[in-house]
């Protein structure tokens, strides 16, 4: 069965760094851009940013830039998001997803992973 | 990237139709027909229910439908049922980044 599981999330104080994984699982992944999107305590849904198939290029919103990293290892079929210099703000359920038809079309996505940045 | 707007919740009873409408500008929704709709239950990852404004993934019910006119798309629900409540949120590519853009969401509740 096609599926993503997350995993890397946990406590972290504000200014720290957490590095995020995606993993894939019985699908061709370097057919995919892949995304990342986030999810506050009862807030809505925020895009992160997403990743070419071959890793070349990288997108992100606008909090995001400058301060996380999206990048992939085809050969081990995962998918990575660096969060550098958190804040509060940044708390939140992270999702991976992929995108069916490179149109933002996002028709997989795993359970997510909770990150909670704290003092 | 400003969210796009949808209002804060819809109501119906079963076997009414529903339109949730997301609000955007000529940067996103009004130049792109890269808009998709996604439902979420509590507790549940989304699931996507539209994508390029109107095409339905397999195994989306054709009770879902979506279009577009300027800067506005919207979701139709026809034959509102009871499974059908939960948070929905639209999403568009836009140029200002470039980068994609979720709605605020909305809330549906079936009466």
């Known amino acids: 069965e096609v599926h993503l599981v997350e995993s890397g999330g946990g406590l972290v104080q504000p200014g720290g760094s957490l590095r995020l994984s995606c993993e894939a699982s019985e699908f061709t992944f370097t057919n995919y851009w892949m995304n990342w999107v986030r999810q506050a305590p009862g807030k809505g849904l925020e895009w992160v940013g997403n990743?070419?198939?071959?890793?070349?290029?990288?997108h992100y919103g606008d909090s995001m830039k400058g301060r996380f990293t999206i990048s992939r290892d085809n050969a081990k079929n995962s998918l990575y998001l660096q969060m550098n210099s958190l804040r509060v703000d940044d708390t939140a359920l992270y999702y991976c997803?992929?995108?069916?038809?490179?149109?933002?079309?996002?028709?997989?996505w795993g359970r997510g992973t909770l990150v909670t940045v704290s003092s | 990237q400003s969210a796009l707007t949808q209002p804060a919740s819809v109501s119906g009873s079963p076997g009414q139709s529903i339109t949730i409408s997301c609000t955007g500008t000529?940067?996103?929704?009004?130049?792109?027909?890269?808009v998709s709709w996604y439902q979420q239950h509590p507790g549940k990852a989304p699931k996507l229910m539209i994508y390029?404004?109107?095409n339905r993934p397999s195994g989306v019910s054709n009770r879902f439908s979506g279009s577009k006119s300027g800067n506005t798309a919207s979701l139709t629900i026809s034959g509102l049922q009871a499974e059908d409540e939960a948070d929905y949120y639209c999403n568009s590519y836009t140029r200002t980044g470039p980068a994609y853009v979720f709605g605020t969401g909305t809330k549906v509740t079936v009466l």
């Open positions: 000529s940067s996103d929704v009004g130049s792109y027909n890269l």
């Open positions: 390029d404004v109107t």
């Open positions: 990743i070419k198939q071959d890793g070349s290029t990288t």
């Open positions: 997803a992929r995108d069916a038809y490179s149109t933002g079309s996002l028709d997989l």
